[in-house]
């Protein structure tokens, strides 16, 4: 994995656990919003659409760089319309960083042809 495919996954992986957390935050204060006088909605819904359209840029990016196939490209962005998706698809990109690191020093190592 070269440096740009590993810069791309990494801002993945940055802006999937916050997307979600504004996620969910937006959920709470549409509830607020509908049971008190609380609406904080405007603010929490422009925060969590910028970092949507943060993730779906980072997701594009990391897609192309990656090589993904058509389902792991569909799964990464089906897991940032969940509610608590990004902190799964944060979990399985971490997953693949380490996986790749270490496919990395081993082949440096001499211990894999690869």
């Known amino acids: 994995m070269d440096i740009k495919t590993a810069s791309a996954l990494r ?3 940055l802006v999937s656990a916050p997307e979600a957390v504004s996620f969910l935050l937006l959920l709470l204060c549409s509830v607020l919003k509908r049971t008190t006088d609380f609406n904080a909605v405007p603010v929490m819904g422009m925060v969590h659409g910028v970092l949507f359209v943060l993730y779906v840029i980072f997701w594009a990016d990391a897609w192309n ?7 792991t490209a569909a799964l990464y962005f089906v897991l940032s319309v969940l509610p608590t998706g990004g902190f799964f698809a944060e979990r399985k990109l971490k997953r693949e960083a380490e996986n790749a690191v ?11 042809n690869a």
């Open 11 to 13: 801002r993945l992986r």
């Open 65 to 71: 760089r990656a090589k993904w196939g058509p389902k």
């Open 102 to 112: 270490i496919a990395s020093r081993a082949r440096t190592d001499g211990i894999v």
